[in-house]
């Protein structure tokens, strides 16, 4: 969807959650008006972005933005002060915008295994980020190198340093370690992606298990 397109859109569903009328087409109008009958709150609006423009539209219309820019702390920094900065000079509360991540994690007492475990969805997600020449920006110039020869299949996979710094892998309490690290940087919600859908049944239960019992008590 073209950017324009994709602004008028949550424009359009900003004002019908709030139980307003929406035009669309030549002459037609509608609106949710039995919203207010409830007397609920409105229906936040969440968008998931990568790219510096889908961020600059989330940060000015959406209630809840979420980074599909992998874990890498200096990544995550520029997109959090971009959205905030987006915010202050339209005139709104940086501070009022819920700021999040898609992370790819998983739990192993083996540093090795879990690396692993998480290589195979992290390589669906990469591909989300170069998809998009918007979306490309975003990667280092060595980042978007080693991805481009990867998707190419002109090199063996991701290096061990590049999944250090874009999934969070390893023992429990290393992931805590780097999930607060994130954290810190001022997200507020964080949504974790695990394992690819072809993973051992038996591993999938495991990380599972450590990372309910082990890893999210320490984030609490």
């Known amino acids: 969807m073209p950017l324009r397109e994709f602004r008028s859109a949550l424009d359009q569903i900003q004002a019908l959650l709030r139980g307003d009328s929406v035009s669309y087409g030549e002459s037609q109008t509608t609106r949710m008006g039995w919203l207010q009958s ?8 969440s968008v998931s972005a990568t790219g510096p423009k889908t961020i600059e539209i989330g940060a000015i219309v959406a209630d809840r933005l979420t980074f599909s820019l992998g874990a ?3 990544r995550l920094r520029w997109a959090i ?4 900065t987006t915010r202050r000079s339209a005139g709104l509360d940086p501070d009022a915008l819920s700021i999040g991540a898609y992370v790819n994690a998983t739990v ?3 540093a090795e295994r879990a690396r692993a475990l998480v290589r195979p969805r992290l390589n669906t997600y990469i591909r989300h980020w170069t998809m998009h020449a918007n ?3 975003t990667l280092a110039v060595e980042d978007d190198a080693l991805v481009d020869r990867v998707k190419r299949r002109e090199a063996d996979g991701l290096t061990e ?9 390893g023992p429990p309490e290393y992931v805590v370690d780097r999930l607060k690290a994130l954290l810190a940087l001022g997200l507020d919600h964080l949504i974790v992606v695990g394992y690819a859908g072809n993973v051992d049944p038996e591993a999938l239960a495991d990380g599972s298990q450590r990372f309910g019992a082990e890893v999210l008590p320490a984030l609490r």
């Open 161 to 169: 340093e590049f999944l250090e710094r874009h999934a969070v892998a």
């Open 81 to 84: 002060d971009l959205a905030r």
């Open 135 to 137: 979306a490309r920006q």
């Open 38 to 45: 409830y007397g609920l709150p409105k229906v936040p609006v």
């Open 108 to 110: 192993h007492p083996d």
């Open 72 to 74: 890498d702390i200096d």
